[in-house]
């Protein structure tokens, strides 16, 4: 009784310590946010008072004081929920259940640095929707150049502002995301509904990447959709390094496992320390990559860059982005290892988050003073810009020939960079399967970065770009979005290779290959991938999309074209897949059922195309007829070409499909027969004699009842 009287206090004072360097880091980091702000600010002159329409002092540095805080707590909700739902074991046995006892399972607790990190993401959602108000509330003002006031006249200003004007309502959309999110994480402790939630954080990072420079850059959705990827990679990288030094010593302390084995704290720190690492590095290179991007499309040239206060910010932010590389590079290198030679998890969880959650902060701040200066490339439009540029946000292309089917590109930085994580993740189970000794089918390779390449040439070669100014090469393009890309790439079964290549987890956490077990398995799944629903939705998506106003929403907004780039692909890829691909299924239809279901939507997409043919209506005749081509056929006649290749580009690729599903009928039917014969070698034809032998017994019944 004594001893144990002695020893309590131990973790206390550990505990007090740990609490206490936590703070000092976040006090550290958040500090250096203020300072690099200010300083920026300071130099760049973006927070000195205007001559004219002037909002005051408050506002000038009260909104990127706001702005600062908005990004570091939007980052801490997505480094928290990201913990949570693929990083840290969820459940653990309680230490009061004795190491001997058994244990089913139904007395699990949730593990301590799992709800650590959601308390996070939980007090940081209410610092995110707080700071949202607050920036909601002060860009009103700095726009009308007035102070902030409870006076009427500012209210129904920031009424207009919030419902009337594109940067008013895409706050307001942020408070709303930030608000829900909040709420979710006071009642969600489920892992699927906190993936739900971290889906609605990451929603949350879009309308700040559809505003400020990128809204009137001249490439105006390249622009947005590399701030929306740059704004994703600093937020896990940043909120994941805040969750790291706010868990403190929960995840140095001792564990016990799902399985009921305790763990010393090393090894949960290891564990967790490396699935950051490899998270960070992602994070890393999507940063520089997007940001490059990013500042290319705003500062013209080399002398812009070094000879504006713009370029010199932006110069700045690019040597923290080198330095936190090289500490990244370090933990992974030297950091990290030391647990394996028995190192204190302490020093080590700190080693790892001082320095590098201070630059962070420094970014951070850097970051808000880069948004708040003015970029040397103009960003507003040209007053004699053309319709096409007013309706697509680009001028007319040259006029399509042969060989610009080729030649012309414009990069939608979004699609790259899922071709390139696809093609990087794939090459690492290979390579894992290759060290492994396992065999993989090589055409299934070469099927599946075919496919890569196919959908990059759809999303950003010709048939993007002439797509937003011709309907029949829109009409390439969603045919190939729909059948061409999703053929090659089901034939490359990469979950199968997923399944294959990531070994289990074992300590109550879920990643990648964990949480694709859990879509297969999911009510939503089976409904999505069942065969009658993913044909309706194959080809009853095409009616409701171009007979109502989402189409002309994906013509003219980026926000919408995009989502009918995800819809169509992946109703493409699950309609295939669940006709020919070989990745596991809730169900299968049997061969018969398919090759009915691809009938009827060569019927129908034979439909479809012949009616455009025949039509003498213009879909969307506010956009195809204004924008003002010269080249070309006409906008209708155009349309009935367009109907022309729906047919034709419809039937091919699904002719290919049921000639596939054919040839898997008549091998299953040739593999249940040797698999028939060799049973019957086995038995000696037990199964025959059986079949005869009832007959024979009915023949018998039949004769003794003189029938």
Excluded at 112 to 127: C, E, G, K, N
Excluded at 239 to 246: E, H, K, M, Q
Excluded at 282 to 305: D, H, K, T
Aim: hydrophobic residues 50%.
């Amino acid at each position: 009784m004594p001893s144990s009287t002695r020893s309590a206090p131990a973790p206390s004072r550990a505990s007090a310590e740990e609490r206490g360097t936590a703070r000092g880091y976040v006090y550290g980091a958040a500090g250096a946010a203020l300072v690099v702000l200010i300083a920026a600010l300071v130099f760049s002159g973006a927070a000195g008072a205007r001559q004219v329409l002037d909002p005051g002092t408050l506002v000038r540095w009260g909104l990127p004081i706001a702005q600062t805080t908005l990004n570091i707590s939007a980052s801490l909700v997505l480094g928290g929920l990201a913990f949570a739902i693929g990083i840290l074991p969820h459940r653990r046995r309680p230490e009061r259940a004795r190491s001997g006892s058994r244990d089913d399972g139904s007395h699990l607790e949730e593990h301590p640095a799992f709800s650590r990190a959601l308390q996070v993401a939980t007090v940081a959602s209410l610092v995110w929707t707080a700071s949202a108000v607050g920036v909601l509330v002060f860009t009103d003002s700095d726009l009308i150049g007035q102070p902030v006031s409870g006076s009427s006249d500012f209210t129904k200003q920031l009424v207009f502002y919030m419902t009337q004007l594109d940067v008013g309502r895409a706050w307001l959309v942020t408070v709303i995301i930030a608000a829900t999110v909040g709420t979710l994480l006071f009642a969600v402790r489920s892992l699927s509904g906190l993936a739900l939630t971290f889906l609605l954080a990451v929603g949350g990072l879009v309308p700040m990447a559809l505003i400020g420079h990128s809204a009137s850059s001249g490439d105006h959705e390249a622009a947005v959709n590399s701030l929306g990827l740059h704004l994703l990679g600093a937020g896990l990288w940043v909120g994941g390094v805040g969750v790291l030094a706010l868990l403190g010593g929960t995840l140095a302390g001792r564990i016990r496992t799902v399985s009921g084995r305790t763990a010393s704290g090393p090894d949960l720190l290891e564990a967790v320390l490396r699935r950051y690492s490899a998270l960070a590095l992602c994070c890393f290179i999507l940063v520089v990559a997007s940001g490059i991007i990013n500042a290319s499309l705003r500062v013209p040239s080399w002398g812009a860059l070094f000879g504006s206060s713009y370029g010199q910010l932006i110069i700045g932010k690019v040597v923290f982005a080198v330095v936190l590389g090289g500490i990244g590079y370090m933990h992974r290198r030297w950091v990290i290892p030391q647990l394996s030679r028995g190192a204190s998890p302490r020093r080590v969880l700190w080693q790892l988050i001082g320095v590098e959650a201070i630059v962070m902060g420094g970014v951070s701040g850097l970051a808000v003073a880069l948004s708040r200066s003015a970029p040397p490339q103009p960003t507003s439009y040209a007053a004699d810009a053309s319709p096409a540029f007013i309706l697509s946000g680009y001028n007319l292309p040259p006029e399509l020939t042969t060989q610009r089917w080729f030649t012309e590109w414009r990069p939608d930085w979004l699609w790259i960079t899922i071709a390139v994580f696809g093609a990087v993740a794939y090459a690492l189970g290979l390579l894992k399967m290759r060290r492994r000794g396992d065999s993989w089918f090589w055409p299934r390779s070469v099927s599946w970065y075919v496919g890569l390449i196919v959908l990059t040439y759809i999303t950003s070669g010709p048939p993007s770009v002439y797509g937003r100014v011709l309907f029949s090469a829109h009409m390439v393009d969603h045919m190939m979005l729909t059948m061409v890309a999703p053929l090659f790439l089901v034939l490359g079964s990469p979950i199968t290779l997923a399944l294959k290549a990531l070994p289990p987890r074992q300590d109550g956490s879920r990643g990648v290959r964990e949480w694709i077990l859990v879509f297969v398995h999911s009510w939503w799944s089976k409904l999505i991938t069942h065969p009658l629903f993913a044909a309706a939705n194959f080809a009853g998506s095409i009616i409701i999309f171009y007979y109502s106003d989402l189409f002309g929403y994906a013509m003219r907004d980026h926000i919408g074209h995009e989502l009918m780039n995800v819809h169509f692909t992946i109703t493409g890829y699950i309609f295939i897949l669940t006709m020919i691909g070989s990745d596991p299924l809730p169900r299968r239809a049997p061969y018969p059922l398919r090759l009915v279901l691809l009938f009827a939507t060569m019927a129908f997409h034979a439909f479809f195309g012949v009616t455009l043919m025949g039509s003498n209506v213009l879909l969307e005749p506010s956009y195809f007829g204004n924008l003002g081509r010269s080249w070309g056929l006409s906008a209708i006649a155009d349309q009935q070409q367009g109907g022309a290749v729906a047919w034709g580009i419809g039937e091919i690729p699904t002719l290919a499909v049921a000639i596939g599903v054919a040839l898997m009928w008549s091998r299953s039917d040739a593999r249940e027969t040797k698999r028939r014969d060799r049973a019957a070698d086995r038995d000696h034809d037990a199964e025959l004699e059986a079949y005869n032998a009832m007959f024979n017994e009915l023949e018998e019944r039949d004769r003794t009842r003189g029938i």
